[in-house]
């Protein structure tokens, strides 16, 4: 029925399971919409935060879902800057997962704020001194660049190619690309780097507080080079979702392997400036400041060493080890293990950059607070979920996003 | 159409050049920004010319001096009031609300008249003029059914003219069933008409002294005036004076005292005549005083002819401070201590009257500390007790009676006692569970159905009266639970005098003025027994000539009028003759009251028995409003979560008492005393005696409005009255109680 | 160090207040609420949701009975400096809807700039922000007693103690009308100050030498609250047990006794 509409030499499964699919999807969808709407309408009490937890389970979700996303531009960064040609057979893959978490996160922040109609004000009256007011400029302008970067692949599907307009369209931006890329790889390096200073420059909240370099805390550096190293994680691990649900093999496995392995090395030295930062901190800078480690690993019923170990070693130090030797890296089993890991040690460091932040009380005689969310930011949070499972679904069909599909299913 | 690199750039630029050109992005968020500035449901208050107007507070008994801030009629702000001799410019968190009751959703706005069961808080609204003919019609038919005994009336406080007009109005009528909400101040004029032969209010020179020994007085926690205790405090750190509180549980008091002592609670009359103990062995006693103005100190000769013991052989003989150790759990070292500290400061000063003073407390005990104030002359001088004259105001007592009116009032009272029985309020209401007859019932803000002990059983009462009308401003427990209502003002819009209440060392009289329009159709209370009366005629009618109740203020207080108006406050000029002319006693000096001192009547008894193994004591915290006047919504804002979360109270308990029964923090536990039982949340507290439980006073209101009803458990509920053998008048601090889990 | 600002010096207002003196009453606490249209619920006892910009905290010395021991503490918003006006709040506020004023030294707060994005409130270790979770509602009438001085809030943005900034500027104009140029000490106190029975709160010019603050700022059981973490407040705390002051800040177990050097 859709058929005119799908790539040319690619199987699709049928539309009527395609819809169906598409209606599960749609509801989840749906509920998200319907919490949204009731934040907004109602406002934030709808939600679990209060005057303990300004930032919670959304800030969060930003948070790891632009680190996730991270996968877009240190991709495009590998392929069009260091020229690593093999990745363009993922790049349209990383590039759909970045819109999509971009566009989520956008989208979160305009449920979070009290006053969304006010949202243009922190271009309007920005204060510079904020690292929300670089999230913003960066984040938005990235945002617009990964939209320049996926119009082109929207362009290619077969109906619109057919409009000369489009198909010009498509090849001039095609050409000037390089330039997006490495417009975005930029303000990447900055958006994730101001997102790590949104915590590091709590000087107020010893938890949070690191020194750094200049203007940057070293939780700035941190969080670009976690970014990077995790976010192609991410984008593997996707891949290899889809993968399974398709039932089909859509990149190769040395594309795989290379983003992987590189992926990984990321990983390792980032791990190793992690750890130095995490001792650092433990024995120098909160120290300095009257708090002993273990201040804010006690007294609660929740947050314990677990959560460094949690992040630090199962999500960081295993993955990279997997990931930088061969046999790791061959081993599909053990790759995707890394991926899971990966992404597990990458989201727990978020959370624990926000929500344990908020947690941990600073004046002696105040108390720890810990928070669940509600399920109006559960919906709003897994909102995006179904928002990105919907647009890959529909990228995926209409789209030749893998170039090395129709090389690895052969349609006969 | 072909689209070169050029035409492309062009259109790019075009279109984002064309969108920041138009004016309309602009002008639509800036139309934004200016609606979310603008969302017609924040309201934005009207400006005006501002301006101050001065009054007395009637939210406590404090009589503090209040500024209002209008904004051309509404007011905005209420202030203490500078240069008060209350207050001076302080103010209580309670005073600070005003406003919210003034215009708060709990006034009652006309008069309502019940339409559904009792209670049930179905009103119509009725006009003045029918309210009025209604009562009046209903007490014409008691009068002519020769049943005017069976009216009668309770009051909120025991002085100012508005009292004093409620029980003429009743004499007139023909009752003498008239009461007021007891407290403290109820038995100190009974220990001044047993020791010092005189009709006296206490006044306690607390600036002046400079040892104070609090018997669990919370004196920072609203006892006597508030906002003065509060500021005495600063002049107490200043001056460094010293606070020994004795009670069981850390107050605020205890806290800013110099010492705290928990005793078993009900055993301080027992510590105070130990004290007394060590004081006359060590002959640490003001032996001038009491060898030429006492009567009773030595043994001495009864009228009839019996030797009885004085009060120095019955302290040697009962109250050794190893005695004393053994019933209070002080250390006699401490005891001995304690003596010695109080005799040699050179103004020593005993407090008696647990909590803030509301519970009348029994009469032994308080004679047992007054007699330590004599032992030591802290009697009539600086930074000891003065006796002050009572006030009354004599054209207001004496009233021209009816034939039907004498008869009435030959009438068996509901209470008898030997002593003015209205503050027995507690045992009004027994007699009326006991057959007594009352047929009518009009109460004046006052709240009995929330501020009695054992509220079920005056709910019982209530239940037993077929007619209750209340005169108050708010719809409290007692209002919704009438028959009718005839609204007073509330105190920011009507005239009335404020006799300072208990314990400041001077009389005064503070003046409330209108400082608002009435804002609903309300009547001062005054004004109505006026019509009322009116309406009854004959000598009912005569007995108050006046046009208004302004104009019969005007009329009683006309000496202090012009001061009152100008000034807000009248201060009276105390003189206290020499102690050969202080006391109106038989023997003309002071007298120690050795019978009331007995060991059986000095161990203040508690209900309940060993199946319960803890003892629930009420307190008060300043945070909540204990009596007539619920929390307004600011006050129960500044509740802290350890004492009310969501609905539920919590208790006061000692962490080993808590760990021994296995509850931890915030457990919801059943409570259960022998007048009833109650859910309630575990506060784990090192600052109270294990054994001990406490809750506070001034939740688990049933009505006023949402801010307050329906939140936490009234303490009322779970403690019986326990009257006192001598003066009948209630003296349950407290109740034995157990814990399970819920 | 003296800053000429026109004819008038650069002011710098703060508290002191004597923990040895505070109740723990609330008169500061309703004062602020009555002063500043702060809103209410009827339910206020989550008091992670409850708008008090004056909060008391209560604490003890860990102490089991009889030899335990409590302390009040009122907070309010500490008109942080941090470092040339960086306090935490102000620097992360992207909007520029609260801003440090040189001239004051007054953490000021633009409701109706502010979008509600809460960062301030994560940057603050004394929690002294509030949030308006739920549209402001007056019981029917109620909206009558709210002072002009102060706009309401609406819901979805950060409020907060503002020192009572429309008293200095009443004060202000009031000086300017009689024509002089600096106002008097009593001339500008704040509400909780005014309202305090025990006078445990002292509000003044830190910078003027015959304002009570700037004495009793250096007595020496004078101290701030997380002076370690460089927020450089303007409220001081006084008191005279050892404990409170240790709970002022964060130590180390070998950091206190503190070294008299
Ligand atoms: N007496 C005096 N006069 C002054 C000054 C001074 O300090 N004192 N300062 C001068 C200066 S610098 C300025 S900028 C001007 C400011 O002068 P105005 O703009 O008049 O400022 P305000 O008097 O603060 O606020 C005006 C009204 O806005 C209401 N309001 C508050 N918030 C909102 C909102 O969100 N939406 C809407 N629609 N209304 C709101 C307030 O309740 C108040 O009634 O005054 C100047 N004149
Ligand atoms: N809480 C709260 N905060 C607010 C506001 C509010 O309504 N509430 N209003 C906001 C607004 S609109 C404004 S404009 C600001 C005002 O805030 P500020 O700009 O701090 O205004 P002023 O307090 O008037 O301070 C101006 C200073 O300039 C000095 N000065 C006067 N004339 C001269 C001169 O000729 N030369 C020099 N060098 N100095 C001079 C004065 O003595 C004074 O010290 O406050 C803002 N902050
Ligand atoms: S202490 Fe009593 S009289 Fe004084 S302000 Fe408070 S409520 Fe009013
Ligand atoms: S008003 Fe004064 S005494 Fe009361 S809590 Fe506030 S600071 Fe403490
Ligand atoms: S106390 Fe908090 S809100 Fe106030 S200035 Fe400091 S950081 Fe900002
Ligand atoms: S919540 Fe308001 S004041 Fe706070 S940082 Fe955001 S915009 Fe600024
Ligand atoms: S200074 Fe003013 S705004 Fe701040 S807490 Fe005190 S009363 Fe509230
Ligand atoms: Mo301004």
Request: with cysteine; net charge neutral.
């Given at each position: 029925?859709?058929?005119?509409?799908?790539p040319n030499?690619?199987?699709?499964?049928?539309?009527?399971?395609?819809?169906?699919?598409?209606a599960?999807?749609?509801?989840?969808?749906?509920?998200?919409?319907?919490?949204?709407?009731?934040?907004?309408?109602?406002?934030?009490?709808?939600?679990?935060?209060n005057?303990?937890?300004?930032?919670?389970?959304?800030?969060?979700?930003?948070?790891?879902?632009?680190?996730?996303?991270?996968?877009?531009?240190?991709?495009?960064?590998?392929?069009?800057?260091?020229?690593?040609?093999?990745?363009?057979?993922?790049?349209?893959?990383?590039?759909?997962i970045?819109?999509i978490?971009?566009?989520?996160?956008?989208?979160?922040?305009?449920?979070?704020?009290?006053?969304?109609?006010?949202?243009?004000?922190i271009?309007?009256?920005?204060?510079?001194?904020?690292?929300?007011?670089?999230?913003?400029?960066?984040?938005?302008?990235?945002?617009?660049v990964?939209?320049?970067?996926?119009?082109?692949?929207?362009?290619?599907?077969?109906?619109?190619?057919?409009?000369?307009?489009?198909?010009?369209?498509?090849h001039?931006?095609?050409?000037?690309?390089?330039?997006?890329?490495a417009?975005?790889?930029?303000?990447?390096?900055?958006?994730?780097?101001?997102?790590?200073?949104?915590?590091?420059?709590?000087?107020?909240?010893?938890?949070?507080?690191?020194?750094?370099?200049?203007?940057?805390?070293?939780?700035?550096?941190?969080?670009?080079?976690?970014?990077?190293?995790?976010?192609?994680?991410?984008?593997?691990?996707?891949?290899k979702?889809?993968?399974?649900?398709?039932?089909k093999?859509?990149?190769?496995?040395?594309?795989?392997?290379?983003?992987?392995?590189?992926?990984?090395?990321?990983?390792a030295?980032?791990?190793?400036?992690?750890?130095?930062?995490?001792?650092?901190?433990?024995?120098?800078?909160a120290?300095?400041?009257?708090?002993?480690?273990?201040?804010?690993?006690?007294?609660?019923?929740?947050?314990?060493?677990?959560?460094?170990?949690?992040?630090?070693?199962?999500?960081?130090?295993v993955?990279?080890?997997?990931?930088?030797?061969?046999?790791?890296?061959?081993?599909?089993?053990a790759?995707?293990?890394a991926?899971?890991?990966?992404?597990?040690?990458?989201?727990?460091?978020?959370?624990?950059?926000?929500?344990q932040?908020?947690?941990?009380?600073?004046?002696?005689?105040?108390?720890?607070?810990?928070?669940?969310?509600?399920?109006?930011?559960?919906?709003?949070?897994?909102?995006?979920?179904?928002?990105?499972?919907?647009?890959?679904?529909?990228?995926y069909?209409?789209?030749?996003?893998?170039?090395?599909e129709?090389?690895?299913?052969?349609?006969? | 159409?072909?689209?070169?690199?050029?035409s492309?750039?062009?259109?790019?630029?075009?279109?984002?050049a064309?969108?920041?050109?138009?004016p309309?992005?602009a002008?639509?968020?800036?139309?934004?920004?200016i609606?979310?500035?603008?969302?017609?449901?924040?309201?934005v208050?009207?400006?005006?010319?501002?301006?101050?107007?001065?009054?007395?507070?009637q939210?406590?008994?404090?009589?503090c001096?209040?500024?209002?801030?209008?904004?051309?009629?509404?007011?905005?702000?209420?202030?203490?009031?500078?240069?008060?001799?209350?207050?001076?410019?302080?103010?209580?968190?309670?005073?600070?609300?005003g406003l919210?009751?003034?215009?708060?959703?709990?006034?009652?706005?006309t008069?309502?008249?019940?339409?559904?069961?009792?209670?049930?808080?179905?009103?119509?609204?009725?006009?003045?003029?029918?309210?009025?003919?209604?009562v009046?019609?209903?007490l014409?038919?008691?009068?002519?059914?020769?049943?005017?005994?069976?009216v009668?009336?309770?009051?909120?406080?025991?002085?100012?003219?508005?009292?004093?007009?409620?029980?003429?109005?009743?004499?007139?009528?023909?009752?003498?069933?008239?009461?007021?909400?007891?407290?403290?101040?109820?038995?100190?004029?009974?220990?001044f008409?047993?020791?010092?032969?005189?009709?006296?209010d206490?006044g306690?020179?607390?600036?002046?002294?400079?040892?104070?020994?609090?018997?669990?007085?919370?004196?920072l926690e609203?006892w006597?005036?508030?906002?003065?205790?509060?500021?005495?405090?600063?002049?107490?750190?200043?001056?460094?004076?010293?606070?020994?509180?004795?009670?069981?549980?850390l107050?605020?008091?205890?806290?800013?005292?110099e010492?705290?002592?928990?005793?078993?609670?009900?055993?301080?009359a027992?510590?105070?005549?130990?004290?007394?103990?060590?004081?006359?062995?060590?002959g640490?006693?003001?032996?001038?005083?009491?060898?030429?103005?006492t009567?009773?100190?030595?043994?001495?000769k009864?009228?009839n002819?019996?030797i009885?013991?004085?009060?120095?052989?019955?302290?040697?003989?009962?109250?050794s401070?190893?005695?004393?150790?053994?019933?209070?759990?002080l250390?006699?070292?401490?005891?001995?201590l304690?003596?010695?500290?109080?005799?040699?400061?050179?103004?020593?000063?005993?407090?008696?009257?647990?909590?803030?003073?509301?519970?009348?407390?029994s009469?032994?005990?308080?004679?047992?500390?007054?007699?330590?104030n004599a032992?030591c002359?802290?009697?009539?001088?600086?930074?000891?007790?003065?006796?002050?004259?009572?006030?009354?105001?004599?054209?207001l007592?004496?009233?021209?009676?009816?034939?039907?009116a004498e008869?009435?009032?030959?009438?068996?009272?509901?209470?008898?006692?030997?002593?003015?029985s209205?503050g027995?309020l507690?045992?009004?209401?027994?007699?009326?569970?006991?057959?007594?007859?009352?047929?009518?019932?009009?109460?004046?803000?006052?709240?009995?159905?929330?501020?009695?002990?054992?509220?079920?059983?005056?709910?019982?009462?209530?239940d037993?009266?077929?007619?209750i009308?209340?005169?108050?401003?708010?719809?409290?427990?007692?209002?919704?639970?009438?028959?009718?209502?005839?609204?007073n003002?509330i105190?920011l819009?009507r005239?009335?005098?404020?006799?300072?209440s208990?314990?400041?060392?001077?009389?005064?009289?503070?003046?409330?003025?209108?400082?608002?329009?009435?804002?609903?159709?309300?009547?001062?209370?005054?004004?109505?027994?006026?019509?009322?009366?009116?309406?009854?005629?004959?000598?009912?009618?005569?007995?108050?000539?006046?046009?208004n109740?302004?104009?019969?203020?005007?009329?009683?207080?006309s000496?202090?009028?012009?001061?009152l108006?100008?000034?807000?406050?009248?201060?009276?000029t105390d003189?206290?003759?020499?102690?050969?002319?202080?006391?109106?006693?038989?023997?003309?000096?002071?007298?120690?009251?050795t019978?009331?001192?007995?060991?059986d009547?000095?161990n203040?008894?508690?209900?309940?028995?060993?199946?319960?193994?803890?003892?629930?004591i009420?307190?008060?915290?300043?945070?909540?409003?204990?009596?007539?006047?619920?929390?307004?919504?600011?006050?129960?804002?500044?509740?802290?979560?350890?004492?009310?979360?969501?609905?539920?109270?919590?208790?006061?308990?000692?962490p080993?008492?808590?760990?021994?029964?296995?509850?931890?923090?915030?457990?919801?536990?059943?409570?259960?005393?022998?007048?009833?039982?109650?859910?309630?949340?575990?506060?784990?507290?090192?600052g109270?005696?294990?054994?001990?439980?406490?809750?506070?006073?001034?939740?688990?209101?049933?009505?006023?409005?949402?801010?307050?009803?329906?939140?936490?458990?009234?303490?009322?509920?779970?403690?019986?009255?326990?009257?006192?053998?001598?003066?009948?008048?209630d003296t349950a601090w407290?109740?034995?109680?157990?814990?399970?889990?819920? | 160090?003296?800053?000429?600002?026109?004819?008038?010096k650069?002011?710098?207002?703060?508290?002191?207040?004597?923990l040895?003196?505070?109740?723990?009453?609330?008169?500061?606490?309703v004062?602020?609420?009555?002063?500043?249209?702060?809103?209410?619920?009827?339910d206020?006892?989550?008091?992670?949701?409850?708008?008090?910009?004056?909060?008391?905290?209560?604490?003890?010395?860990?102490?089991?009975?009889?030899?335990?021991?409590?302390?009040?503490?009122?907070?309010?918003c500490?008109?942080?400096?941090?470092?040339?006006?960086?306090?935490?709040c102000?620097?992360?506020?992207?909007?520029t809807?609260?801003?440090?004023?040189?001239h004051?030294?007054?953490v000021?707060?633009?409701?109706?700039?502010?979008?509600?994005?809460?960062?301030?409130?994560?940057?603050?270790?004394?929690?002294?922000?509030?949030?308006?979770?739920?549209?402001?509602?007056?019981?029917?009438?109620?909206?009558?007693?709210?002072?002009?001085?102060?706009?309401?809030?609406?819901?979805?943005?950060?409020?907060?103690?503002s020192?009572?900034?429309?008293?200095?500027q009443?004060?202000?104009?009031?000086?300017?009308?009689?024509?002089?140029?600096?106002?008097?000490?009593d001339?500008?106190?704040?509400a909780?100050?005014?309202?305090?029975?025990?006078?445990?709160?002292?509000?003044g010019?830190?910078?003027?030498?015959?304002?009570?603050v700037?004495?009793?700022?250096?007595?020496?059981?004078?101290?701030?609250?997380?002076?370690?973490l460089?927020?450089?407040t303007?409220v001081?705390?006084?008191?005279?047990?050892?404990?409170?002051?240790?709970?002022?800040?964060n130590?180390?177990k070998?950091?206190?006794?503190?070294?008299?050097?």
């Amino acid at each position: 029925m859709d058929s005119a509409l799908i790539p040319n030499g690619v199987r699709r499964c049928s539309i009527n399971k395609f819809m169906i699919a598409l209606a599960i999807a749609g509801a989840v969808l749906l509920w998200g919409v319907y919490a949204m709407f009731l934040c907004w309408f109602k406002g934030l009490n709808q939600t679990n935060m209060n005057d303990y937890y300004g930032f919670a389970l959304w800030i969060w979700a930003d948070l790891a879902i632009i680190a996730l996303g991270g996968g877009a531009f240190f991709t495009g960064f590998l392929r069009y800057i260091m020229g690593k040609d093999e990745l363009k057979n993922i790049i349209n893959y990383a590039v759909l997962i970045g819109f999509i978490c971009y566009s989520s996160a956008l989208l979160i922040l305009a449920i979070d704020i009290g006053q969304p109609l006010r949202g243009w004000f922190i271009f309007w009256h920005a204060n510079v001194h904020s690292m929300l007011t670089e999230v913003a400029f960066c984040l938005t302008c990235y945002f617009m660049v990964l939209t320049i970067e996926y119009i082109p692949l929207i362009l290619e599907n077969k109906q619109i190619d057919k409009v000369p307009f489009f198909h010009h369209l498509s090849h001039n931006m095609h050409s000037v690309m390089a330039v997006f890329a490495a417009t975005g790889a930029f303000l990447s390096f900055f958006h994730q780097g101001s997102l790590g200073g949104v915590a590091g420059v709590l000087f107020g909240r010893p938890f949070a507080f690191r020194e750094g370099l200049f203007i940057w805390p070293w939780t700035f550096f941190l969080f670009t080079w976690s970014a990077a190293a995790y976010g192609p994680c991410f984008t593997l691990m996707v891949t290899k979702i889809t993968e399974m649900v398709t039932k089909k093999k859509l990149v190769k496995d040395n594309v795989v392997e290379l983003l992987a392995k590189i992926s990984g090395w990321m990983m390792a030295t980032y791990i190793i400036a992690k750890i130095i930062d995490t001792y650092y901190w433990a024995n120098v800078t909160a120290p300095s400041l009257g708090f002993n480690i273990m201040h804010f690993y006690s007294n609660n019923s929740f947050y314990g060493l677990w959560i460094l170990f949690l992040e630090i070693i199962l999500g960081g130090v295993v993955p990279a080890a997997i990931l930088i030797t061969e046999k790791g890296r061959k081993n599909s089993l053990a790759r995707n293990t890394a991926f899971v890991l990966a992404v597990i040690g990458v989201c727990v460091n978020r959370w624990v950059m926000v929500l344990q932040v908020m947690a941990v009380p600073v004046m002696s005689f105040d108390t720890w607070a810990l928070y669940y969310p509600s399920w109006q930011e559960v919906a709003t949070t897994i909102l995006p979920v179904a928002y990105g499972i919907i647009l890959i679904m529909i990228s995926y069909r209409y789209l030749p996003i893998f170039p090395q599909e129709p090389e690895l299913n052969p349609v006969d | 159409m072909k689209i070169d690199r050029r035409s492309f750039l062009a259109l790019g630029v075009g279109v984002v050049a064309g969108n920041a050109l138009s004016p309309v992005p602009a002008i639509l968020t800036d139309d934004i920004a200016i609606w979310t500035q603008n969302w017609p449901w924040v309201p934005v208050p009207e400006i005006g010319g501002s301006a101050y107007a001065d009054t007395t507070c009637q939210l406590c008994p404090g009589g503090c001096g209040i500024s209002v801030r209008k904004v051309e009629e509404r007011g905005v702000k209420i202030e203490g009031k500078k240069d008060h001799p209350v207050n001076n410019g302080g103010i209580c968190a309670l005073g600070l609300s005003g406003l919210q009751l003034l215009y708060g959703p709990t006034r009652v706005k006309t008069p309502l008249k019940r339409a559904g069961k009792r209670g049930e808080g179905k009103w119509i609204k009725i006009s003045w003029d029918q309210a009025i003919s209604e009562v009046a019609g209903k007490l014409n038919d008691l009068r002519s059914q020769e049943k005017a005994h069976t009216v009668a009336g309770i009051s909120g406080s025991s002085s100012g003219t508005m009292t004093e007009i409620f029980r003429r109005f009743l004499t007139a009528y023909g009752s003498a069933n008239f009461f007021h909400t007891p407290s403290i101040q109820d038995t100190y004029r009974l220990v001044f008409e047993f020791m010092h032969g005189k009709k006296a209010d206490p006044g306690f020179d607390i600036e002046n002294a400079d040892f104070i020994l609090s018997f669990g007085s919370s004196l920072l926690e609203g006892w006597g005036p508030p906002v003065r205790m509060l500021k005495a405090s600063k002049k107490w750190k200043d001056t460094a004076t010293k606070i020994i509180q004795i009670e069981p549980r850390l107050s605020r008091t205890a806290l800013k005292a110099e010492r705290w002592i928990p005793v078993t609670p009900g055993t301080e009359a027992v510590l105070a005549l130990s004290l007394c103990h060590v004081i006359i062995k060590e002959g640490l006693y003001n032996k001038d005083f009491l060898a030429n103005s006492t009567f009773g100190f030595e043994d001495y000769k009864a009228k009839n002819g019996e030797i009885k013991k004085g009060f120095k052989q019955l302290v040697m003989d009962d109250y050794s401070p190893e005695a004393a150790s053994k019933i209070t759990g002080l250390d006699p070292a401490a005891i001995i201590l304690l003596a010695r500290e109080f005799a040699k400061a050179s103004a020593p000063l005993a407090i008696f009257g647990k909590g803030q003073g509301i519970l009348p407390g029994s009469l032994s005990e308080a004679m047992a500390i007054h007699a330590l104030n004599a032992l030591c002359g802290s009697i009539n001088r600086k930074g000891g007790i003065f006796a002050l004259d009572v006030l009354e105001n004599k054209e207001l007592s004496e009233v021209a009676l009816d034939g039907i009116a004498e008869a009435g009032l030959k009438q068996h009272k509901l209470v008898e006692t030997p002593h003015n029985s209205s503050g027995c309020l507690n045992q009004a209401f027994s007699a009326i569970l006991k057959g007594n007859s009352v047929n009518a019932l009009l109460v004046l803000e006052a709240n009995p159905l929330y501020t009695l002990s054992d509220s079920k059983s005056v709910k019982d009462a209530f239940d037993r009266i077929p007619f209750i009308a209340s005169f108050s401003s708010f719809m409290d427990e007692t209002a919704q639970y009438a028959d009718m209502i005839l609204p007073n003002h509330i105190y920011l819009e009507r005239i009335e005098d404020v006799p300072l209440s208990m314990g400041f060392p001077k009389t005064v009289i503070g003046l409330s003025k209108p400082v608002f329009k009435p804002q609903y159709s309300t009547k001062h209370a005054g004004d109505t027994i006026l019509l009322i009366s009116k309406e009854l005629g004959g000598s009912i009618a005569d007995s108050f000539p006046w046009k208004n109740y302004e104009a019969c203020l005007q009329h009683v207080l006309s000496d202090k009028m012009d001061v009152l108006k100008k000034k807000g406050f009248w201060t009276a000029t105390d003189s206290f003759p020499d102690f050969k002319n202080a006391f109106r006693t038989a023997s003309a000096k002071f007298e120690f009251q050795t019978d009331s001192l007995s060991s059986d009547l000095v161990n203040v008894k508690i209900e309940g028995d060993e199946t319960y193994p803890l003892v629930l004591i009420p307190y008060e915290t300043i945070r909540l409003s204990t009596g007539y006047i619920a929390n307004p919504p600011f006050l129960t804002k500044a509740v802290e979560d350890t004492i009310l979360k969501g609905k539920d109270s919590f208790i006061e308990i000692n962490p080993k008492t808590a760990q021994a029964s296995g509850f931890s923090e915030a457990d919801m536990v059943l409570l259960q005393t022998p007048k009833g039982q109650a859910r309630v949340r575990v506060h784990l507290e090192e600052g109270i005696m294990p054994g001990i439980i406490a809750l506070p006073r001034g939740l688990g209101h049933t009505a006023y409005d949402n801010y307050i009803a329906d939140k936490g458990i009234n303490v009322n509920q779970l403690i019986g009255p326990v009257n006192d053998p001598v003066s009948g008048l209630d003296t349950a601090w407290g109740i034995r109680a157990k814990l399970s889990k819920a | 160090m003296k800053q000429e600002q026109g004819h008038s010096k650069a002011k710098k207002f703060g508290m002191v207040i004597d923990l040895d003196l505070c109740t723990g009453c609330g008169s500061c606490m309703v004062a602020c609420m009555a002063e500043n249209n702060v809103p209410f619920k009827e339910d206020e006892t989550d008091k992670l949701k409850s708008i008090t910009w004056m909060r008391i905290f209560k604490f003890s010395n860990g102490k089991t009975y009889p030899e335990t021991d409590v302390c009040y503490l009122p907070r309010p918003c500490q008109h942080c400096e941090g470092h040339g006006g960086h306090s935490p709040c102000v620097s992360v506020c992207p909007a520029t809807a609260t801003d440090y004023d040189a001239h004051t030294g007054i953490v000021s707060q633009i409701y109706t700039r502010c979008f509600g994005c809460r960062y301030c409130m994560g940057s603050c270790p004394y929690k002294a922000r509030y949030f308006n979770w739920f549209d402001p509602v007056w019981p029917d009438g109620m909206e009558q007693y709210l002072s002009p001085d102060v706009s309401p809030r609406m819901r979805g943005v950060v409020e907060k103690c503002s020192f009572c900034y429309h008293r200095y500027q009443i004060a202000k104009d009031k000086a300017h009308y009689e024509g002089q140029t600096e106002i008097e000490e009593d001339a500008y106190q704040t509400a909780c100050a005014q309202a305090c029975p025990v006078k445990a709160i002292t509000f003044g010019d830190l910078n003027n030498h015959s304002h009570a603050v700037s004495k009793l700022k250096n007595q020496p059981n004078a101290f701030r609250l997380l002076e370690r973490l460089g927020t450089n407040t303007k409220v001081y705390y006084v008191s005279g047990r050892e404990w409170v002051r240790r709970a002022g800040d964060n130590y180390l177990k070998a950091e206190w006794p503190k070294k008299t050097s």
